[in-house]
Nanobody, 129 residues
């Protein structure tokens, strides 16, 4: 299984980026997909998750209303549209395959790394003027 993120870079505060994550060697359309991030000097944290159909999504409170996660099952690709970026969004962003299809009832479970089994190598996002 291979996950390859792209789309990271340097952007000014208030700007936008769209991250992509292409998945191969996995039954992409059968499982939910998530995005996580690791800010400098901090632990990796949950950002967003989308169900296997793409009909349901959930977000960390810190990004809700600014980020949108979507997926294209025909392309085995998940996206993270990030708008109104802030310096505190600076991090390495990782995509991951979930071991569930529909969103789990518990937010803690949806956000737990233990429920994600394959990870990409990460893409750097830096928000700075």
């Amino acid at each position: 299984v291979q996950l390859v993120e792209s789309g990271g870079g340097l952007v000014q505060p208030g700007g936008s980026l769209r991250l992509s994550c292409a998945v191969s060697g996995h039954t992409f359309s059968d499982y939910a997909m998530g995005w996580f991030r690791q800010p400098p000097g901090r632990e990796r944290e949950f950002v967003a998750v989308v169900s296997w159909t793409g009909n349901s999504a959930d977000y960390a409170y810190s990004v809700k209303g600014r980020f949108t996660i979507t997926r294209d099952n025909a392309k085995s690709t998940v996206y993270l549209q990030m708008n109104n970026l802030k310096p505190e969004d600076t991090a390495i962003y990782y995509c991951a395959t979930a071991n569930f299809r529909a969103l789990l009832a518990s937010m803690r479970a949806r956000a737990s790394e233990r429920n994600y089994n394959y990870w990409g190598q990460g893409t750097q996002v830096t928000v700075s003027s």
